[in-house]
């Protein structure tokens, strides 16, 4: 008896040991350490942060910018550091150059944006929805699409002056024609299933155009209207170097006349910081709504 006994009490103590002691609680699994794990949750929360992914993606960008500044690598007359641009940057906001400088060139921006989509979205379906429009228009569309916006200064000088207007045909020129190509795109896209069947059902010329082909092709003139406007962009700051009396691209060009480098990465950062936001904040929705609106999200989602 006293046998079975000690033969009980051995095997219990087997079992204890196994399951991790006398409690029989489990022993902490050998994996990955509480560190590893609270910094992979903390990671994962900053990466659902909106913020996060908007500003995180600069962060070593601006520590490498630092970095090089820091070390010398350059002498300080060809590449200045950070803080330096943001001394620089709270001058200028202080003495009010700054702000009429930004105020030129989106007041110029908005001109030429505008006469760009007043011309470039009707031209764009006249050329796409009747033939003979098309085939007398696409090479001369495609002759000016390659032809460089840069190239027209020279003629624009002459023809305007150093004005608005010089360089609001500049914009206007450089938005058209992408936009007028993504419309054209646009419309051909859309299903001939669907024109038949509306015409089928006895919808008119306008009806069809406004039911039909306007929504289909939605979705490429949201995606031309982005490209247009980061085309424009940059045209406005070559045409503001070349052409402008003020504006950014003048605050830069001017700058690197009297060797103010600060300037010139000031004016940079600016206009990388304004095209951003009004992409992040106008552009990109707008783009979003209008391919979801029309049913093309899962592509829009396996693109991004």
């Known amino acids: ?22 409690a029989g609680r489990t022993p902490r699994r050998s ?7 609270r910094a992979r949750k903390v990671w994962l929360w900053l990466t659902r942060r909106p913020s996060f992914r908007t500003l995180g993606p600069f962060v070593p960008v601006v520590a490498l910018w630092w970095l090089v500044a820091e070390m010398g690598v350059f002498d300080e007359a060809f590449f200045v550091g950070p803080p330096r641009v943001v001394e620089e940057f709270g001058e200028l906001m202080e003495k009010g150059i700054l702000p009429g ?63 608005l207007t010089a360089v609001t045909f500049v914009i206007v020129y450089t ?8 419309v054209v795109a646009g419309v051909e896209q859309v299903p001939r299933e ?49 052409v ?17 480098i600060s300037q010139v990465f000031l004016g940079m950062a600016v206009l990388g910081i304004l095209w951003y936001a009004l992409d992040a904040m106008v552009l990109a929705p707008f783009e979003r709504a209008t391919v979801e609106r029309w049913g093309m999200v899962r592509s829009l989602e396996a693109d991004g």
């Not at 994996?31 to 794990?37: L, S």
């Not at 209207?225 to 406005?236: D, F, I, M, P, Q």
């Open 194 to 242: 669907l024109l038949r069947a509306a015409r089928s059902l006895g919808a008119s010329r306008l009806r069809v155009f406004f039911e039909v082909i306007l929504p289909g092709a939605l979705p490429s003139v949201a995606g031309g209207v982005r490209t247009g406007l980061g085309y424009g962009w940059r045209a406005l700051v070559a045409a503001e170097i070349i």
């Open 101 to 163: 400088y930004l105020t030129d060139s989106l007041t110029r921006l908005a001109y030429g944006v505008g006469f760009g989509l007043a011309i470039g979205l009707p031209m764009g379906f006249v050329i796409a929805m009747f033939a003979k429009v098309r085939r007398f228009f696409w090479p001369i569309l495609l002759f000016f699409q390659a032809v460089a916006d840069i190239a027209w200064l020279p003629i624009v000088i002459v023809w305007f002056g150093f004005s």
């Open 244 to 260: 402008g009396t003020s504006g950014v691209g003048f605050m830069m060009f001017d700058a690197r006349r009297v060797g103010d």
């Open 175 to 182: 938005i058209v024609f992408p936009l007028m190509l993504s």
């Open 1 to 22: 008896m006293s046998s079975n006994t000690a033969d009980t009490a051995d095997t219990a103590d087997t079992v204890k040991s196994a399951r991790g002691g006398p």
């Open 31 to 37: 994996g990955a350490r509480p560190g590893v794990v």
